[in-house]
């Protein structure tokens, strides 16, 4: 490497240990940042993020998806009720419900999987099975404090899907 390359090196190093250091509160504190552990150690008068070579993940509070969420879900191709009508969906650790209460119906949510940010379930209509669509998938993201809201399922061949902004009851 030329002297020039060494410089701009050494230079990147720096800006990346500029723009982290700027969030070291105190020494001894430890920062995930782009995927990798820092700790803040006292270099001189001031404190310094230090590479630990260590991989982390910065993780949402797991209850951020459990609530009441409340919107209105959007269906194509429409139903016989319209392509537009009401959701009511309550998660919790164990698993989750959902109402449809314009549609008059709602059942259980079977989760399959999950993560701080986002779900899926596989929705049980436990009543009003003539009025909804049973077995369908949901997916949710956790996103600027509401849930993005999928569903897919389809009813006599006919594939059916929805989309929603919910919002926390």
């Keep these: 490497m030329g002297r020039l390359g060494i410089v701009v090196a050494a230079l990147s190093i720096f800006a990346a240990a500029s723009e982290a250091s700027a969030q070291c509160a105190k020494e001894g504190e430890e920062l995930c940042q782009n995927g990798q552990t820092y700790r803040c150690e006292k270099t001189g008068s001031e404190l310094t993020p230090i590479f630990q070579n260590l991989p982390c993940t910065v993780n949402a509070p797991a209850a951020s998806l459990n609530g009441t969420w409340v919107g209105s879900g959007h269906q194509n191709p429409a139903g016989d009720a319209g ?23 709602g059942g259980s949510l079977s989760q399959t999987s999950r993560d701080n940010m986002s779900a899926e379930f596989h929705e049980s209509i436990t009543y009003g099975q003539d009025k909804c669509i049973d077995g369908g998938n949901i997916t949710v993201r956790f996103f600027k404090g509401n849930l ?6 389809q009813a006599n061949g006919q594939p059916y899907n929805a989309i929603a902004v919910l919002t926390r009851q």
């Design 148 to 153: 993005s809201w999928t569903w897919f399922g």
């Design 83 to 105: 392509a537009d009508w009401s959701i009511a969906m309550t998660i919790n650790d164990g698993g989750a419900s959902i109402d449809y209460p314009s549609l008059g119906c």
